[in-house]
């Protein structure tokens, strides 16, 4: 049989994530991991904070609260892939709960998803000056350099 790829555009509303069965396995989850949480915000608090003091006010809450709505979005992606994947596991909310571990949190912790929120509290601060605004772009190219690994683009 020919494979035939096609391009699918689908919609999940980020409230699938309100649902009792999910919120049921969403709250002990992010209980359990908020030590590695609070470490992984540390580490990138001191590393922006050394590079510019106007980071002070991005708070370990607002972090959380943006980085929550990031990890629900790195689930989604996979939850695309899943559902529209060979395996025919077509129910969204089994497969929520299928891809609501330790293991995928922690990978949102420590990958994109966490920079992603930081990156967007940055992104949000007011810039007084064309300084800040160059300054903020250069802080979060560091932040992928040094916790991505990826290059810096020239």
């Known amino acids: 049989m020919e494979k035939v790829l096609v391009r699918i555009e689908a919609e999940v509303p980020i409230t699938i994530f309100e649902l009792p069965q999910?919120?049921?396995k969403v709250k002990p989850l992010f209980t359990k991991m908020e030590s590695e949480i609070k470490a992984r915000y540390d580490e990138i608090k001191t590393f922006i904070k050394d590079r510019k003091q106007r980071y002070e006010s991005i708070s370990y809450d607002e972090v959380s609260k943006v980085f929550r709505i990031y990890f629900y979005?790195?689930?989604l992606n996979d939850i695309v892939k899943v559902t529209f994947s060979d395996s025919n596991k077509f129910d969204v909310v089994d497969n929520i709960l299928e891809l609501l571990t330790e293991e995928k949190l922690k990978d949102a912790i420590l990958g994109a998803p966490m920079l992603c929120a930081f990156k967007k509290l940055i992104a949000?601060?007011?810039?007084d000056d064309v300084f800040d605004a160059i300054t903020d772009g250069g802080t979060m190219i560091a932040l992928e350099k040094e916790f991505?690994?990826?290059e810096v683009p020239y």
């Open 73 to 75: 979005k790195f689930i």
């Open 22 to 24: 999910v919120k049921e």
């Open 124 to 127: 949000e601060l007011p810039n």
């Open 148 to 150: 991505l690994g990826r």
